[in-house]
């Protein structure tokens, strides 16, 4: 009889044993995953790592879209502010150029500068009131426009944050929208693989075929 008992405590022992690390770290990578998913979590984070605290007035996020809502300047400068097109044609490599005229809404027609290279296209026109060359439109799929604080076609996720953020939590979603506070105008940023693939500009300027 003491003998059966001795083996049942041992059986019992032996099914109870530690968790080994391999256990531990799957206990940890579902803990992160959790972390990944609490979108409130990581919207906290993110605020607290602003390299400039009113750089972004709000961060939303829907779906696999990250949405900051911002006044920084290159929300609507992302070449630098420039009164001469050429300074903004020459961070463009391998583009063609043409001038075109465009109606507006009123009737009336605004000269506009397309930059265009392979794969890409984007429209300027000068505002004479602000000094300044303008976004009107913007589709961005190859590594030819460099924009300010080196983000162009290519550059990892991580390197997009760091832009405005002070070492921040990683982030799930693959498109980042940043949205002006102001005028109408929205950036999309989409990654595949923690890659920026595609970069597209759209503002409210009311042009005829912009």
Same mark, same amino acid.
């Given at each position: 009889?003491?003998?059966?008992?001795?083996?049942?405590?041992?059986?019992?022992?032996?099914?109870?044993?530690?968790? $080994?690390?391999?256990? *531990?770290?799957?206990t940890?990578? +579902?803990?992160?995953? $959790?972390?990944?998913? =609490? +979108?409130?979590?990581?919207?906290?984070?993110?605020?607290?790592?602003?390299?400039?605290?009113?750089?972004?007035?709000?961060i939303? &996020?829907?779906? #696999?879209t990250?949405?900051?809502?911002?006044? /920084? =300047?290159?929300?609507?400068y992302p070449?630098? *502010?420039?009164a001469?097109v050429?300074?903004?044609?020459?961070q /463009?490599?391998?583009?063609?150029?043409?001038?075109?005229?465009?109606?507006?809404?009123?009737?009336?027609? $605004?000269g506009?500068?397309?930059?265009?290279?392979?794969?890409?296209?984007m429209?300027?026109?000068? =505002?004479?009131?602000?000094?300044?060359?303008?976004?009107?439109?913007?589709d961005i !799929?190859?590594?030819?426009?460099?924009?300010?604080?080196k983000i162009?076609?290519?550059?990892?996720?991580?390197?997009?944050?760091?832009? &405005?953020? !002070? *070492?921040?939590?990683?982030?799930?979603?693959?498109?980042?929208?940043?949205?002006?506070v /102001? #005028?109408?105008?929205?950036?999309?940023?989409?990654?595949?693989?923690n890659?920026l /693939?595609?970069?597209?500009?759209? +503002?409210d300027?009311?042009?005829?075929?912009?």
């Amino acid at each position: 009889m003491k003998c059966l008992v001795a083996i049942a405590v041992l059986f019992y022992f032996a099914s109870c044993k530690p968790k $080994t690390q391999s256990d *531990k770290g799957l206990t940890v990578i +579902t803990s992160q995953r $959790t972390t990944l998913n =609490d +979108t409130s979590s990581l919207r906290k984070m993110l605020e607290k790592t602003l390299r400039q605290p009113n750089d972004f007035y709000e961060i939303l &996020f829907n779906h #696999d879209t990250l949405k900051l809502i911002s006044g /920084v =300047d290159y929300l609507y400068y992302p070449f630098g *502010k420039h009164a001469d097109v050429n300074a903004i044609i020459k961070q /463009v490599t391998n583009s063609t150029l043409k001038n075109i005229r465009l109606s507006s809404a009123g009737g009336d027609t $605004t000269g506009l500068t397309e930059i265009e290279t392979s794969k890409s296209r984007m429209k300027l026109f000068y =505002d004479i009131e602000q000094n300044r060359q303008q976004i009107v439109s913007a589709d961005i !799929n190859d590594n030819n426009f460099h924009l300010k604080n080196k983000i162009e076609i290519g550059i990892s996720k991580e390197y997009f944050f760091n832009v &405005f953020f !002070n *070492k921040p939590p990683l982030i799930p979603t693959n498109i980042i929208k940043l949205i002006s506070v /102001v #005028d109408g105008i929205k950036h999309y940023y989409y990654f595949k693989n923690n890659r920026l /693939v595609k970069i597209t500009m759209i +503002t409210d300027y009311t042009f005829e075929n912009k």
